[in-house]
């Protein structure tokens, strides 16, 4: 990226990026997240419900009225909406899945933990969850502790391998790892790619206008799609990156004229 860009708003994933799995956001997180948003506007998008999103991120932040119709928010990977509007959180749009594709998603998601031994007998809450928009899969359970999480599947090959038995299946749904333990399954082409595309309208800026900011960037990441449809993108490892990323950015918002501070990702090539 150049060494000033011309950056209209800044993308957020959520969970173990902007707060660690299942948790809220560190107060710090909260007041440097609350000053980038008195600069630009922002965006949250993310696998989990919209009720994932209060918990971590809205219970307890404190932001103007002015400063929240700056946030957008896309729960279940951008296939849901949601902007601040007359003092409450407003859908614009859902994608929800019909009866149909919910019921073949969980049927498929259950055959192939089941056959993969990735079925846990003890989880932390359920294994599958139906989000209207979205199913998801959580190998050890919605509510496993961090640490258990993060022990899981350190070098992704478990989630692989069900992303591996599950697609092909669905061949008419979009199947793409979550967060360290997940599968999310959504319409096929309504993915995080999808919900930028619908930021961009409403905004009127160009994907180039963005930075994304996530954990999940790798080809089988829920953050792949945002990344492959050329937002400058920076990868973080946790929570920890994003503040620091995000008090660089409103130092750089204050002195544009400095150089760039964060380093993004290159960009995949392109057919000429």
């Known amino acids: ?4 860009p011309d950056i209209r708003a800044v993308v957020f994933d ?20 609350a000053d980038l948003l008195d600069r630009v506007p922002v965006c949250i998008i993310s696998g989990g419900r919209f009720e994932q999103f209060e918990a971590q991120a809205l219970d307890g932040f404190e932001a103007s009225d002015e400063s929240l119709s700056r946030l957008h928010l896309m ?17 614009q749009y859902a994608e929800d ?22 079925w846990h007998p003890g989880p932390w809450g359920d294994l599958i969850e139906d989000r209207g928009s979205q199913i998801t899969f959580s190998a050890l359970g919605q509510q496993a502790p961090v640490a258990e999480k993060h022990a899981w599947d350190p070098d992704g090959a478990k989630k692989l391998a069900l992303w ?38 409403k905004l009127g800026v160009g994907i180039d206008q963005l930075l994304f900011i996530g954990d999940r960037l790798d080809p089988t990441g829920n953050d792949y799609p945002v990344f492959a449809l050329g937002v400058p993108s920076v990868a973080i490892d946790d929570w920890h990156g994003t503040l620091a990323a995000v008090e660089s950015l409103n130092a750089w918002f204050d002195a544009p004229d400095a150089a760039f501070p964060l380093s993004t990702m290159e960009p995949l090539p392109r057919n000429p």
């Open 14 to 33: 959520l969970d173990d990026t902007l707060a660690p799995s299942k948790s809220t956001m560190d107060p710090a997180m909260s007041r440097a997240f």
């Open 1 to 4: 990226m150049s060494t000033n």
């Open 164 to 201: 591996g038995y599950v697609s092909p299946r669905l061949p008419d749904l979009e199947v793409r790892g979550g967060g360290s333990t997940s599968i999310d399954i959504t319409r096929k082409g309504i993915d995080k790619a999808y919900g930028i595309g619908k930021l961009t309208e």
């Open 97 to 118: 899945l019909s009866d149909d594709e919910k019921s073949r998603a969980i049927s498929a998601l259950e055959e192939g933990a089941r056959e993969l031994g990735l």
């Open 75 to 91: 729960p279940t990977c951008g296939t849901r909406y949601y902007l601040w509007q007359r003092g409450e959180w407003a859908l």
